[in-house]
């Protein structure tokens, strides 16, 4: 499983269109180790965040393994189709 942390308005928004998306040329994803480490860097302050849990089988767009931060994070290039997230974890 991979995950994607976001807020719980951009997660209904993306239901209501049926995928989710984010401005920048791909998703910011990452593995059940990494995305604990990605809430404390990125979204220690926010109150509203929910974590998707998505089966990247079900995923229809490329997902490329890149360094950063000293790290390899996943990285999907594309949507990420409704139907790949299979839990909606709130935090």
């Known amino acids: 499983m991979l995950f994607h942390l976001t807020t719980r308005e951009s997660w209904r928004h993306a239901v209501a269109i049926g995928e989710y998306a984010t401005p920048g040329p791909f998703i910011h994803l990452s593995t059940e180790a990494q995305w604990p480490i990605t809430r404390a860097r990125w979204f220690a302050d926010a109150t509203d965040l929910v974590l998707l849990v998505i089966d990247p089988e079900r995923v229809r767009d490329e997902i490329r ?21 299979v839990e909606v974890r709130e935090l």
Do not use: R
């Open 65 to 85: 393994y890149e360094p950063a931060d000293g790290d390899w994070f996943p990285h999907l290039y594309g949507a990420l189709a409704i139907e790949a997230v």
